[in-house]
């Protein structure tokens, strides 16, 4: 919550939700306003706007309207903060900040100037492209994801950044040449002819984080299942049994799990809330280490996260930012068949209800039906001819007509059709 001071008070109170403005008290219809989408659209959830602008840089980003400097929190020497404030509060000018970003660090005043005229230069232009455009429409695209990725992530402990298209090489090699000189050696255009996702094993990594199974190196796994609310974590030991004793064998396991969890929360880009459900420790100084271990891995997450120590029932929550959709909602599409949910009805569900219909709609059997047929899948129809033969025979009797049953090979499970062939005409 917000602290707020009442004139005449002296003492903070805090802000609730009725302290606050109605948007409707701020904004007019047909009110003209630029706003920014902070925050991607995800799921059902729209996307996050709002009217502080801040453009990312390499070095910085520049806050337009708001008269601050800030300094990473993840720079945590002293003298490198006090020293790359002083020049982020060189370089800001009346009604503008910027905030020092993480790579900054050990950055000299030359590559935080050019970054700041950089981004001062792109404000122009958005300004200009506002005043001449007619709303609602687009003033400003975010960087593609080729420019975005060395903004971002090119850093000192990269050895090698392989592009394989020639354009793109020479635009990764222009943004270098300003900002990153040091680095412009690392840069290379691959132009074998072996795709270079399969080459460099990006495509094997990319199948293994699609999957919910993630093996650790002892021999236990982890489970991860995302849900609308949340994505869940099970670690499991699995074969791994070695160790003095039980204790020893699940503490192992668990030290592995809290590393990897991390690792591919980031590589599947996975935000919001999570919970980890790790093997039960008995002893308080295990749980102590597994803490320390997730903590320590997530130090090094760019990502914005926080954590809730092991619960005595062994579970572990965490947030972790989220600006845009995962991986797997970006790379994969919801099954037709199950609509996403993983499961389909079984055979036996199927057969009842095909048994159920065939009742509601047999009448008292009066002779006026001279066949019944089913059509359904191949698996219900073997179901329903292997499990279901004598109550088939039985509905035959009453109606005094045949039950025939056709195994449709286009049929999904869940599809079925009974028909009628009633003496002169067809019902279904």
């Given at each position: 919550?917000?602290?707020?001071?009442?004139?005449?008070?002296?003492?903070?109170?805090f802000a609730?939700?009725?302290?606050?403005p109605?948007?409707?008290?701020?904004?007019?219809?047909?009110?003209?306003?630029?706003?920014?989408?902070?925050?991607?659209?995800?799921?059902?959830?729209?996307?996050?706007?709002?009217?502080?602008?801040?453009?990312?840089?390499r070095f910085?980003?520049?806050?337009?309207f708001?008269?601050?400097?800030g300094?990473?929190?993840?720079?945590?020497?002293?003298?490198?903060?006090?020293?790359?404030?002083?020049?982020?509060d060189?370089?800001?000018?009346?009604?503008?900040?910027?905030?020092?970003?993480?790579?900054?660090e050990g950055?000299?005043?030359?590559?935080?100037?050019?970054?700041?005229?950089s981004?001062?230069?792109?404000w122009?232009?958005?300004?200009?492209?506002?005043?001449?455009?007619?709303?609602?429409?687009l003033?400003?695209?975010?960087?593609?994801?080729?420019?975005?990725?060395?903004?971002?992530?090119?850093s000192?402990d990269?050895?090698?950044?392989?592009?394989?298209?020639?354009?793109?090489?020479?635009r990764?090699l222009d943004?270098?040449?300003?900002?990153?000189?040091?680095?412009?050696?690392r840069?290379?255009l691959?132009?074998?002819?072996?795709?270079?996702?399969?080459?460099?094993?990006?495509?094997?990594?990319?199948?293994?984080a699609?999957?919910?199974?993630?093996?650790?190196?002892?021999?236990?796994?982890?489970?991860?299942?995302g849900t609308?609310?949340?994505?869940?974590?099970?670690?499991?030991?699995?074969?791994?049994?070695?160790?003095?004793d039980l204790?020893?064998t699940?503490?192992?396991?668990?030290?592995?799990?809290?590393?990897?969890?991390?690792?591919q929360?980031?590589l599947?880009d996975?935000?919001?809330?999570?919970v980890?459900?790790?093997?039960?420790?008995?002893?308080?100084?295990?749980?102590?280490q597994v803490?320390?271990?997730?903590?320590?891995?997530m130090?090094?997450?760019?990502?914005?996260?926080?954590?809730i120590?092991?619960?005595?029932?062994?579970l572990l929550?965490?947030?972790r930012?989220?600006?845009?959709?995962?991986?797997?909602?970006?790379?994969l599409?919801?099954?037709?068949?199950?609509?996403?949910?993983?499961?389909?009805?079984?055979?036996?569900?199927v057969?009842?209800e095909?048994l159920?219909e065939?009742?509601?709609?047999?009448?008292a059997g009066?002779?006026?039906?001279?066949?019944?047929?089913?059509?359904?899948?191949?698996?219900?129809?073997?179901?329903?001819?292997?499990?279901e033969?004598?109550?088939?025979?039985?509905?035959?009797?009453i109606?005094?007509?045949?039950?025939?049953?056709?195994?449709?090979?286009?049929?999904?499970?869940?599809?079925?059709?009974?028909?009628?062939?009633?003496?002169?005409r067809?019902?279904?």
């Open positions: 919550p917000e602290t707020t001071l009442r004139p005449g008070a002296n003492r903070p109170r609730t939700r009725s302290d606050r109605r948007i409707e008290t701020l904004l007019q219809t047909g009110q003209e306003i630029l706003v920014q989408a902070s925050k991607d659209s995800i799921g059902t959830k729209g996307a996050r706007l709002t009217t502080q602008i801040a453009l990312p840089g910085l980003v520049y806050m337009p708001s008269d601050h400097v300094v990473s929190r993840r720079i945590t020497d002293e003298a490198e903060r006090e020293r790359l404030r002083d020049l982020a060189q370089l800001k000018g009346p009604g503008e900040g910027f905030i020092v970003r993480t790579v900054c950055v000299s005043s030359d590559l935080l100037a050019a970054d700041a005229t981004l001062r230069q792109l122009t232009e958005i300004k200009a492209n506002r005043d001449s455009a007619r709303p609602p429409a003033v400003h695209s975010e960087a593609d994801v080729v420019l975005r990725t060395v903004r971002d992530v090119f000192e990269i050895g090698r950044f392989l592009l394989d298209d020639a354009g793109d090489y020479e990764v943004f270098a040449q300003r900002f990153l000189p040091n680095m412009v050696d840069i290379e691959y132009e074998d002819a072996a795709p270079i996702f399969e080459v460099t094993g990006v495509e094997r990594r990319i199948g293994r699609l999957g919910s199974k993630v093996r650790l190196p002892s021999g236990g796994y982890l489970v991860i299942e609308e609310a949340l994505t869940s974590v099970d670690v499991n030991s699995g074969r791994h049994t070695s160790g003095k204790e020893d699940i503490l192992t396991v668990n030290l592995e799990a809290a590393k990897v969890v991390v690792e929360l980031r599947r996975i935000g919001g809330i999570i980890v459900d790790f093997i039960d420790m008995g002893e308080e100084e295990h749980r102590a803490n320390e271990a997730v903590a320590e891995a130090a090094a997450d760019p990502a914005r996260a926080s954590m120590p092991l619960s005595e029932f062994g929550q965490m947030t930012r989220r600006v845009r959709e995962d991986l797997a909602r970006n790379l599409a919801d099954c037709a068949h199950c609509a996403g949910t993983g499961r389909t009805k079984s055979q036996e569900t057969g009842y095909i159920r065939i009742r509601r709609n047999a009448g009066d002779g006026s039906v001279r066949e019944l047929v089913v059509r359904c899948s191949s698996d219900v129809a073997r179901w329903l001819i292997e499990v033969q004598g109550t088939l025979d039985a509905y035959s009797a109606l005094g007509s045949s039950v025939r049953v056709v195994s449709e090979s286009g049929f999904l499970r869940d599809r079925f059709a009974v028909s009628f062939q009633v003496r002169g067809e019902r279904a």
